[in-house]
């Protein structure tokens, strides 16, 4: 089926979500359940298809999100919405090499490189995960379908590194959507940020929106007036001066809610451009310490960001699933670099 399948990130709420479909029930409407109604208005649409989106958050009647049990009515408004646009470009199969952790018939865990983007999009419309996944799986239905999206459960940034799950059919990316949605599969990341948040282990709360001022970017809306509650519980694992690694474990999965909740309490991640994070905001104003500083903004030119750790169960045996992945080289060397300019500072 076309663009429906949901995600954890892809559910903030109706705003900024592009309509896919939309269906206006008739005066003459029986009593129906909304997954029923669609299946009938959905050409080759399974039910399960249906129900797993609703279930994500991406159908609305009557600019509320439904339920699939949701019984529709003469005159509702129904409505299918994404975070991406219907596909505007041809998803072209590339042989591109992917890092992959773990892999059976039901699904495949990645480890993306930063610089990688997950799905194509305006200005990157190859060399993507999704072109490499294409190719990989060309023999399977799930990615032979008219799908803008196919097997993609979430999601991370371009400059992110880090663990993936796709899913290889369609009840392996049901069953795991579902997990995603209802906050129940586990995903840690380390971070690099700037100073030390006080206290050591804490939690950042916060509705996260797109900003107001520049569309590219998330902002917090404390009040809770625009976009939707995120939640980021964080722990410093080692003070390095005027920069901290932390680790961060996501309750909610917003775009960009790592980058945009540490810009909010004035930390932002070590590199971040687009949240404020390339400048040097800790330290001395020796020039000295400002060479050192640019010359780790050139080693990782982009948000200190990895994602680390990943937990879920798996859709047909049911055993939770865990993974873990190491840090990519060039950040971990930034962290180095940092860690030997403070043995030194002690010292000195």
Not at 37 to 55: D, G, H, M, P
Not at 311 to 338: C, V, Y
Request: hydrophobic share 35%; aromatic share 10%.
């Amino acid at each position: 089926m076309k663009d429906i399948n949901g995600s954890a990130d892809a559910n903030d709420a109706g705003e900024n979500l592009h309509e896919h479909y939309h269906f206006k029930a008739d005066p003459g409407q029986g009593i129906i359940r909304l997954d029923k109604f669609l299946v009938t208005k959905l050409e080759n649409t399974s039910r399960s298809k249906i129900q797993a989106a609703a279930e994500a958050g991406n159908i609305f009647v009557n600019d509320e999100a439904q339920k699939p049990n949701y019984k529709v009515k003469p005159g509702d408004q129904i409505s299918i919405r994404m975070d991406y646009p219907r596909r505007e470009i041809e998803l072209i199969p590339e042989d591109i090499p992917i890092d992959v952790v773990y892999e059976d018939e039901h699904l495949i865990v990645v480890n993306k490189p930063a610089g990688m983007v997950v799905h194509p999009g305006y200005g990157n419309y190859h060399g993507t995960l999704l072109n490499a996944l294409m190719y990989r799986f060309k023999d399977l239905p799930l990615f032979q379908d008219d799908d803008a999206r196919p097997g993609l459960v979430h999601r991370i940034d371009k400059n992110t590194s880090g663990l993936l799950v796709v899913a290889k059919n369609e009840q392996a990316l049901n069953y795991l959507a579902k997990q995603f949605a209802d906050k129940t599969s586990e995903r840690l990341y380390h971070a690099l940020v700037w100073g030390l948040p006080k206290p050591a282990e804490g939690t950042i709360e916060g509705h996260i929106g797109r900003s107001l001022k520049n569309r590219k970017v998330m902002s917090v809306f404390p009040e809770g007036d625009y976009g939707k509650p995120a939640v980021t519980h964080y722990r410093v694992i080692e003070d390095l001066g005027y920069v901290s690694l932390v680790e961060c474990k996501l309750e909610t999965g917003r775009t960009h809610q790592i980058r945009a909740h540490f810009q909010y309490i004035k930390h932002p991640l070590f590199g971040d451009y687009e949240y404020g994070g390339d400048r040097v905001l800790r330290g001395t104003v020796f020039t000295k310490y400002k060479q050192f500083v640019k010359n780790c903004f050139t080693m990782l030119p982009h948000q200190a960001l990895h994602a680390k750790t990943l937990g879920f169960e798996h859709p047909a045996t049911g055993k939770w699933m865990a993974f873990d992945s190491d840090i990519s080289d060039n950040m971990q060397k930034l962290i180095d670099r940092w860690r030997n300019y403070v043995s030194n500072r002690d010292v000195e």
